[in-house]
């Protein structure tokens, strides 16, 4: 790699790390009284994917050790956002789906949230952000890949 291409790989990824600390820190706070952010996205992948996974599964999809997402879904348990059942297929297993109360606790999440997204995406311009996209999913597909 030349000097150039470092600086330039250096700038991105400072960029991208700076963005996700203030979205981080800005989603968090409008977040309903109780939720984190951890919370809303794992309620928002299960109600999207409309079907169940199990622990292992979730925390391969979020990047996380089994035990923070043990440490998740048994805080969305308590707050009885998540029905967890044993696998009928092998009882050593679990499996996990939203329910009613976790989908209603996810809209409001959304709803509290969707206003300062669409307001950064409006400033930015939806064209200038539909560009970017492309080059942020190649971005997360390699550093899934690797």
Do not use: C, Y
Not at 35 to 48: C, D, I, T
Not at 60 to 71: D, E
């Amino acid at each position: 790699m030349s000097e150039r291409t470092d600086s330039l790989a250096v700038a991105l990824f400072s960029e991208i790390f700076t963005v996700d600390q203030l979205a981080r820190n800005r989603l968090s706070r409008a977040m309903p009284r109780g939720m984190e952010l951890s919370h809303f996205a794992v309620l928002n992948h299960l109600a999207r994917l409309e079907e169940e996974r199990s622990p292992a599964q979730l925390a391969q999809s979020f990047q996380v050790t089994r035990a923070a997402m043990s440490n998740t879904l048994a805080k969305l348990e308590w707050a009885g956002h998540i029905h967890v059942r044993p696998d009928w297929e092998d009882a050593r297993r679990k499996r996990v789906s939203v329910s009613p109360a976790g989908r209603k606790a996810r809209d409001a999440a959304l709803q509290a949230i969707a206003p300062i997204v669409a307001q950064v995406v409006e400033e930015i311009g939806p064209e200038r952000v539909r560009a970017a996209l492309p080059v942020l999913r190649e971005l997360r597909e390699r550093l899934g890949a690797g």
